[in-house]
């Protein structure tokens, strides 16, 4: 099958849909990309307008059978319907909040126009099947033979740092992480610059997925609290990044994640602030038990949450297998 990928990175590694793309490639399928933020044109409506008949022109001159989305924001209502009068199938996966009330440039304006339509979440799939009947839940994943791979093998590392947190500095992280200072702490990611001296002091900027993984590796805990917003896509991306790539995560308790992993054998979840003390002392000291969790949360992710378990489900749902 002749699949395009349509990627706000081209699918550039190591982004999300160079992960999409590697997958349908490992599935057997013939793959291409498409740039839909190509040199920042999609900002503009004249050039934004020009991107979309580029990606027509493209998916008429190469017979795909299958147009894949990932996102696509930017994409203009009636571009995938005139893709789809081509005789191409056409999906998305939308991994961000799709109707812009968290952040008005994730509107999703042509849910409508697809075949199928797949969700990060489940607390949206019931509206978009109002726009679309073909929505369905679709959650996170990762890829732990690729991008998410381990960099420091689970019985060399020498775990010079206690805790690590990669994220942005919502407000309800930030007395979080104030809460181990005098830990050997790891923080990377947007907003901790401007947090309280104690942590924007020994803060990173933003870093790419594999200096992530490299930061996982070299922390005995990964923290993973997801975000202030009831809007915050859950489970989020970094609840399989991180056993991905054999690191030990604590989150805090979010919805169905009995669908994902076991609770105390494979992820470990607090409740409150004063729990997630407990527990991070108590795995800090207990290293055999970490390393075993560690372990078997990475095993479950191999066997359950790669893109290419992802990728057979979005295909198996469509009938195009």
Known sequence: MNVLIVDMFGCSYPSLGHQIF???????????????????????????????????????????????????????????????????????????????????????????????????????????????????YLPACADPLGVHRELVLLENRSFPSDVCMVGTAYGNRIPLMQKFVGKRLLIAGPGWNKAPNELSSISLPPVDLRSMVRLFNQSKIVLNPHGASKSFIMPNPRTFEIPASRSFQLTDAHRDIDSFFRKGKEIIIYKTEEELLELAEYYLSHHDERLKITQASYNRVIKEHTMVHRIREILQRMNLQ
């Open 22 to 136: 590697s997958a349908f490639e490992l599935l057997g399928h013939n793959v291409r990309s498409f740039h839909y933020r190509q040199h920042h044109l999609q900002k503009f409506s004249l050039t934004n307008r020009l991107l979309n008949k580029s990606l027509i022109k493209v998916a008429k001159s190469w017979p795909a059978d299958l147009v894949f989305v990932s996102k696509g924001e930017t994409i203009i209502p009636g571009t995938i319907e005139k893709i789809s009068s081509l005789g191409c199938k056409t999906a998305n996966w939308g991994p961000d909040e799709p109707f812009g009330e968290l952040q008005k440039f994730n509107k999703i304006e042509n849910v409508s126009e697809y075949d199928a339509f797949f969700m990060y979440d489940h607390q949206y799939v019931n509206r978009l099947r109002e726009l679309n009947p073909n929505s369905y």
